[in-house]
């Protein structure tokens, strides 16, 4: 079965950094597109990252872009996203995903506040 497990979230001052893992196993990781989505309380989820399965393709959210970036080790079936300079707003649960795949993980919580 898919399983996705997502952790390094905390909480972290205004302009302060975080790296998210995600631990994928169930599927053929390596051939599969994944995605960052985020979720504040009362919204829905925000996709905000998406890589090729190769990594050599990436896309963002424009309230993302040029602070977050997505990776991947295909070797350790894992995704990453980096976050810079984060903002309050940033302060969400982030939950990895494949796109083709209707699995979601528990998510890890990111708090960003002085």
């Known amino acids: 079965q898919v399983q996705l497990v997502e952790s390094g979230g905390g909480l972290v001052q205004p302009g302060g950094s975080l790296r998210l893992s995600c631990a994928a196993s169930g599927f053929t990781f390596s051939s599969a597109w994944m995605s960052w989505y985020r979720q504040t309380p009362g919204k829905g989820r925000e996709l905000i990252a998406t890589i090729s399965g190769s990594g050599d393709s990436t896309d963002y959210a424009d309230s993302v872009k040029g602070r977050f970036t997505i990776s991947r080790d295909n070797a350790k079936n894992t995704v990453y996203l980096q976050l810079n300079r984060l903002k309050p707003e940033d302060t969400a649960v982030y939950y990895c995903?494949?796109?083709?795949?209707?699995?979601w993980g528990q998510g890890t919580q990111v708090t960003v506040s002085s």
């Open positions: 995903k494949a796109p083709l795949l209707t699995s």
